[in-house]
């Protein structure tokens, strides 16, 4: 059972245009939502996390929105460049639980001039 | 600023072979966690230490893979009698342990097995 859904799976977007990947979650005690950048051959590297305490958190060009009701948050990258062509990840933790993190199946964003 | 550091980067190896890969995390991190990656997909949790000890398995962790963190510090993960569907990249994590820290990947080993 998947229980971080991402979308989409691929996105291309123009030089200085917002991206946007949206993620689900079904388990109502995950409490930890980071985002995780991939280049090709590199491990995953932290881009921006959230609590369900609040519901927006920005830095730089990257924002999370968070909605706890609906349980869904998403990553917006704001004038995007070519250098953030890479996989996305979403992920969820339970951070009493050990913080082991449930990632999503990635989006692979690519951004052209 | 020295990260998390593991080795090899890849391994090829014959079906049936027994492999090791070591991970060295960030020096004052006291939580480690290994990671297995296949092609197109996320990472999935196989394992993880807060310091020496072992709390959490996955089902994913078959009894032919063994991980340990003597004295807290480096650790090894070991996958005996390998098979091809033990091809993947295995990811190693690190982080202060503390509420909600953020976790910090290394590069990773890739395994091929032929």
């Known amino acids: 059972q998947q229980q971080v859904k991402q979308s989409p799976q691929s996105l291309i977007v123009q030089k200085g245009g917002i991206s946007i990947i949206n993620c689900a979650y079904e388990n109502t005690a995950f409490d930890y939502f980071p985002w995780y950048q991939q280049f090709p051959g590199k491990g995953p590297a932290l881009l921006i996390a959230i609590r369900p305490d609040v519901s927006e958190k920005k830095e730089g060009r990257f924002t999370i929105s968070f909605n706890k009701s609906a349980k869904q948050f998403s990553l917006h990258i704001m004038d995007s460049q070519p250098g953030d062509s890479a996989t996305y990840f979403c992920?969820?933790?339970?951070?009493?639980?050990?913080?082991?993190?449930?990632f999503g199946t990635g989006t692979q964003l690519k951004v052209e001039l | 600023d020295t990260g998390v550091s593991q080795n090899p980067r890849h391994k090829i190896t014959k079906r049936g072979q027994n492999v090791t890969f070591r991970c060295d995390p960030i020096s004052e991190h006291n939580r480690l966690y290994w990671y297995r990656q296949t092609l197109g997909q996320g990472p999935e949790f196989l394992t993880y230490f807060q310091n020496e000890a072992q709390l959490e398995k996955s089902r994913l962790l078959s009894d032919r893979f063994s991980a340990e963190r003597p004295k807290g510090s480096f650790s090894t993960l070991e996958i005996q009698r390998t098979e091809q569907g033990d091809s993947a990249m295995y990811l190693c994590a690190s982080s202060s342990g503390q509420g909600g820290q953020p976790q910090h990947f290394g590069d990773g080993t890739r395994l091929s097995i032929l």
């Open positions: 992920a969820a933790s339970i951070i009493g639980g050990g913080n082991k993190l449930t």
